[in-house]
């Protein structure tokens, strides 16, 4: 399968408890998003990166969230201390992000997140 | 916030063209519109995308009114399996492209 992967599909943690997690994008793809989405919504952007720079973060990204792309390949998405309020799908996606082509964004199947 | 307006759900008959529309009004000269679709508990999936003139390609068709202030996505023929929400967005792309996803439209396709 060479598509976006997330690992875990599912994760269920008690408030107040850290969770990290992972996404592999499509190999030859140097830029890499995270979403978040809630039920009823659309994904709303996080942030993203370019190989293994951060470029953009929202302004959702509050302190509480951490994302690293250590060598432009994977990326973690961590939150500490979670809330009940984090309780969403985690969307990660990659592109080939080419600075004058407009490329599209292959999507991974996203992290469930329950706080409880 | 999206810069999209699209109709919060459509309905289409099986075998059908499924045409949904998209207002984009405030678009900018280098943005482009892309559309994607979210089947129930999967990620969104990349379906087309244009900047001014129309596309096609195997899973659909983009118009893009001339003055590109709207546009609409033509399935050709609808299944059930074409039962999702769509999302129209308007992005750079490229170098500096996030998407900002609205609500979209849901589809129901009906036997």
């Known amino acids: 399968d060479t598509g976006v992967s997330q690992n875990p599909r599912h994760k269920i943690t008690k408030r107040g408890q850290n969770v990290t997690f992972r996404c592999d994008p499509i190999s030859e793809h140097n830029r890499l998003y995270w979403y978040r989405q809630t039920l009823g919504q659309g994904p709303e952007f996080l942030t993203y990166f370019q190989n293994e720079a951060q470029l953009e973060k929202s302004r959702l990204l509050s302190d509480r969230f951490s994302a690293e792309r250590p060598k432009g390949s994977f990326s973690t998405l961590e939150i500490q201390r979670t809330e009940q309020g984090d309780s969403a799908m985690y969307l990660c996606a990659s592109s080939l992000g080419q600075t004058k082509k407009n490329t599209e964004a292959f999507f991974g199947q996203g992290t469930r997140l329950t706080v409880v | 916030d999206a810069k999209t307006t699209q109709p919060p759900s459509m309905d289409c008959a099986e075998g059908r063209a499924a045409n949904l529309p998209c207002n984009h009004s405030t678009i900018s000269g280098n943005e482009y519109v892309y559309w994607y679709r979210q089947i129930h508990s999967q990620g969104p999936q990349y379906i087309i995308h244009g900047l001014k003139n129309n596309e096609t390609n195997e899973m659909a068709s983009l118009i893009i009114t001339e003055d590109r202030k709207s546009s609409t996505l033509i399935l050709p023929h609808a299944t059930l399996r074409d039962t999702a929400v769509y999302y129209c967005?308007?992005?750079?792309?490229?170098?500096?492209?996030?998407?900002?996803f609205g609500k979209g439209t849901k589809l129901s396709v009906k036997p």
């Open positions: 967005i308007v992005s750079y792309g490229g170098s500096q492209g996030n998407l900002i």
